[in-house]
Structure formats: C-alpha cells, structure tokens
C-alpha cells in the first residue's frame, strides 16, 4: 500500500502535535505515560512552595507537586500532589511543607499514619502542616537583633547630638589645646625615655653588677633559709615554749613566797633584820674608820688598850 503524500502530511502533523503536548506536559511536570495517584492538601499559606516541588517520605522522592490552585470559597491554596508510589499512605496522613536547606527551595512531606490501614484514593484530601524553615527561624533570631540594633544607633545618634550640644566653640577649643598639651607631653616622655635609655647604657656595666649583687644576696638568702629550716625551729620552739612554762612556774613560785627567794621577797621580818643588821654594819665600818686603834692596836712597849666608850650612833653618822 502506497502512501500518499497527504496521509504522509498528516501522519508528521499529527506526531508533531502528539510530541509537542508531551514535551509541554513534560516541561510542566506531567508524565503521559506513566500511571500516579492524585492527592490534594489545603494550606493557608505556601510562600516559597513552586510548582514540580519534590514530595518525599522518610526523605525518600515518590512524586511532585503538579499544582497549586486557590479554593474561592475559603480562600486556602489547593496543592495538588502527584504520587508515583505503591507505598500505602492512608488520608489520616499528614503533608508538611518544611525547607531542607537554604538554597534548595521548600518541599513536602508526607507523615504516613500506618495504624490507619484504609489506603487514600485518588482524589482524597490530606491533612496539610507548615514547618519553619532554617530562612524562617534566622528570621525570628535576627528580628530581635534588628529591633536591638535600630534601638542603639538611635540611642548613639542621639548621644552624638547631646556632645554637640555640650562641646561648643569655646569647649571644642579647649579640647584641641589639651589635645595639643597631650601631644607635647607624649612627646617629652619620649625624649625621657631616650634619655633613660641613654642612661642605662652608660650605666651597663654598675647595672650588671647591681643584679649581680641581687642574685649574691638572694642565694645568700635561701642559704639562711635553708640553714633556719635544718635547725629545727619546731623543736626550738617547742623548747622555748616548755622553758617560758617552768619560768611562770618560778615566777608564781616566788610571788606566792614558796621557798627562799619567795621568803625573801614576802618575809618582812627578814627584811627588817637585814636592814638592821646593814645599819649595824654601816656603825661598825664607821667606828673602825675613827678609832681605828680599838681594833688594830700595835703597843712596842706594852701600853694597855683604851677601854671601850660606846659613841651614840647619830653622832657617828654625822
């Protein structure tokens, strides 16, 4: 059977259309040849969710959004799922809108309930849910710091004006002339400095020998320290101590008139007869420096001692 340039005509017209609504199909996330299951959730708000979005299980891709259409009697967007899975997912499921990273656009998922073993037919409606994002939760961090931040460059402005309006002309010129003063200063210090430095070199050698001198004394010093800690001051102390013990003992010994030293200190009758006896002493001193020949007498030629007249002792003394 021999064609004819007309059927021939036809047959590419028609392929071509065949082609080209596939291929339009295809652009728009429809596949002609493949079988899906249609299911729809309603959202109050989808911002960021597009058209050919992945819809996923567990992570798992098993199909797209083909649609995303406005119910014009409650007003909530309609998304049109399209399922290319067996997985049994049931209507009590849920599908969530939720955002996987910053750059890869919001996608859903879908929570299957696998208590509910009644299988969603085509054309059934899901419960839908929206998860923040990561853009959503930056979001409500910065939003506070944005609040902080305008707060602050307004309390910085208006510290800025308060100082212009302090600094007036004379106060701005007075700042430069101790600007000015600061600078000399610095300046000064700086050559102080130079000088010190200068100093110091010329000095080198006395310098060296000063901490020389130094570390001499502190090795000096743990040498003593050393000497101190074999000593034993514990032990001295502890000697020390017990000795103070025996010499309060004494001391309380001698106030309370125990003993010989005690009687001497406390026994007035003692004192008395030694002061009496000092005086005693003190007249016979006095009456040997007079008449000194009562007590020494050389006689050559035999001459009889004086006898003895007593002198008052008042007279003696005076």
């Known amino acids: 059977m021999k064609l004819t340039r007309e059927i021939k005509t036809a047959i590419l017209v028609i392929a071509s259309i065949v082609l080209f609504i ?40 098993i199909g797209k959004i083909n649609a995303i259409t406005i119910n014009e009697n409650t007003g909530k967007l309609v998304v049109e799922l399209q399922i290319k899975s067996d997985f049994p997912i049931s209507p009590s499921s849920t599908a969530t809108i939720y955002e996987p990273s910053f750059i890869g656009g919001k996608q859903i998922a879908i929570n299957p309930n696998l208590k509910d073993k009644t299988i969603a037919v ?4 899901l419960s839908g849910e929206v998860k923040k994002g990561v853009t959503d939760l930056v979001g409500e961090k910065l939003v506070p710091i944005q609040q902080k931040l305008e707060k602050l460059m307004r309390n910085a402005d208006q510290l800025f004006t308060n100082v212009n309006n302090v600094l007036d ?88 008139g125990n003993g010989t030293m005690g009687k001497l200190l406390k026994d007035e009758a003692l004192y008395t007869n030694l002061s009496k006896s000092t005086k005693e002493l003190e007249l016979l001193l006095q009456d040997v420096r007079l008449h000194p020949t009562r007590y020494i007498n050389v006689s050559v030629f035999g001459k009889k001692n004086k006898p003895y007249k007593g002198v008052p002792a008042d007279n003696i003394i005076k």
Do not use: C
């Not at 079988?35 to 708000?45: G, I, M, W």
């Not at 085509?122 to 409606?125: A, H, K, T, V």
């Open 22 to 61: 596939w291929g339009y199909s295809f652009l728009k996330g429809r596949d002609l040849f493949s079988s899906y299951k249609k299911l729809y959730v309603q959202y109050d708000s989808v911002e960021g969710l597009t058209s050919s979005a992945p819809v996923t299980i567990n992570g798992l891709i």
């Open 122 to 125: 085509d054309g059934s409606y």
């Open 169 to 256: 002309q004379k106060a701005q010129e007075d700042l430069r002339k101790s600007l000015a003063e600061l600078s000399l200063t610095m300046v000064q210090f700086h050559k102080a400095t130079l000088s010190m430095n200068s100093i110091l070199d010329e000095n080198k050698t006395q310098v060296k020998d000063v901490v020389s001198n130094f570390g001499k004394i502190s090795q000096d010093f743990a040498s003593i320290s050393d000497s101190l800690n074999k000593a034993d001051l514990g032990k001295t102390v502890k000697n020390l101590n017990q000795t103070l013990v025996k010499v309060d003992a004494i001391m309380k010994n001698l106030e309370s």
